[in-house]
């Protein structure tokens, strides 16, 4: 069963406007990362941000974590339309070489 | 850098038909991991290998056969080819296992796979 589970599914804004996107996951992990994924292409790694860890900047990427509730949220600043993707967490779970993807939120920015 | 590369890049088979996905990666790295991706459902795992001479599996391993045949090659085999094997999939590299801290991802651009 897949680990993260991505809120929304599809998120639509204006360009300049900041989106932020969430991730909802069921183990306790080592961390927890996010990828971009552009249509017809393969991931792009983002940001990864460990268990100890509750807050990690890049850029305009903002990623927080919350162990106590099993949560991280993804935002990104001032949107661009190169910004339009999808957007996908995924964990590591402690004790284990795999790592889980969630769903994905499709993020759309409008001129 | 070619990074991960993956062949085809399209494939059409018939039911029953068997075919070999092959990825080979230029990093060194000793991880490798395929995925198939389908509408609605993201990434999941199917086989990955850890190191070089081991293969485990992951969340939706049946129907599918792997081999790491050296360091830089990681093939997924399709033994008996299904409509629910129609999916896009995808090959990823990492410099060590998970757990030893390589978990940022490489990954390839895709083999968009259609059984009929």
């Known amino acids: 069963s897949q680990q993260g589970e991505e809120d929304p599914q599809a998120l639509s804004i204006q360009e300049g406007e900041n989106a932020t996107m969430n991730c909802s996951y069921k183990t306790s992990i080592n961390n927890l990362q996010w990828y971009r994924q552009n249509s017809g292409r393969g991931l792009v790694h983002l940001i990864l941000i460990r268990s100890n860890e509750r807050e990690k900047h890049s850029g305009r990427l903002r990623v927080t974590l919350d162990t106590s509730k099993k949560s991280s949220s993804l935002l990104i600043t001032a949107s661009r339309a190169a910004d339009t993707a999808s957007y996908f967490c995924?964990?590591?779970?402690?004790?284990?070489?795999?790592?889980?993807f969630g769903k994905g939120t499709r993020l759309h920015i409008l001129p | 850098n070619a990074g991960v590369t993956q062949t085809p890049k399209f494939q059409v088979l018939k039911t029953g038909q068997s075919m070999t996905l092959q990825c080979a990666q230029d990093?060194?790295?000793?991880?490798m991991y395929w995925y198939r991706q389908d509408p609605g459902m993201g990434l999941r795992l199917i086989y990955y290998?850890?190191?070089?001479?081991?293969?485990d599996k992951g969340e939706v391993p049946n129907g599918y056969n792997v081999s790491r045949l050296n360091k830089r090659e990681f093939s997924l085999r399709l033994e008996s080819a299904a409509p629910s094997q129609t999916s896009v999939y995808f090959c990823?590299?990492?410099?060590?296992?998970?757990?030893?801290?390589?978990?940022?991802?490489?990954f390839g651009s895709g083999t968009q796979l259609s059984v009929l």
């Open positions: 990093m060194n790295h000793n991880s």
């Open positions: 990823a590299s990492s410099e060590y296992a998970a757990r030893q801290g390589g978990e940022k991802l490489f």
């Open positions: 995924a964990t590591l779970a402690n004790r284990d070489d795999k790592i889980i």
């Open positions: 290998s850890a190191s070089e001479g081991t293969t």
